[in-house]
């Protein structure tokens, strides 16, 4: 059964710190291209980050490039997005997602996990 699991969410205050983590089951993560998503209220659906399979592409939206390092773990079949200097409009439901290749297209993500609140606030 494939599975992806976040974790790490919670509630920080704005300049601060955390980081997500993505458990990977069920299938050969290291052959998977690895993707940060968020949706944030009223917000249409916005991919942050995406990684290739062996780390050497990476992509990260305009709203959190310098702040945000997405990473993996082939051998924990594990993903990861540390997130700094966060600002309020970082609050999000985060997911993590699998594709074959790198998709603009959100639709052609083929396993998402269910999600893990961040939420920016003093």
């Known amino acids: 059964q494939l599975q992806l699991e976040e974790s790490g969410g919670g509630l920080v205050q704005p300049g601060g710190s955390l980081r997500l983590s993505c458990a990977a089951s069920?299938?050969?993560?290291?052959?998977?291209?690895m993707y940060w998503l968020r949706q944030a209220p009223v917000k249409g659906l916005e991919c942050v980050s995406a990684i290739s399979t062996g780390g050497d592409f990476i992509y990260y939206s305009d709203s959190v490039q310098g702040r945000f390092t997405i990473s993996r773990d082939n051998a924990k079949n594990t993903l990861y997005l540390q997130m700094n200097s966060l600002k309020s409009e970082d609050t999000a439901i985060y997911y993590c997602a699998s594709a074959d290749l790198y998709y603009t297209d959100l639709g052609r993500l083929s396993t998402w996990g269910q999600g893990t609140q961040v939420t920016v606030s003093s």
């Open positions: 069920g299938f050969t993560f290291s052959n998977y291209w």
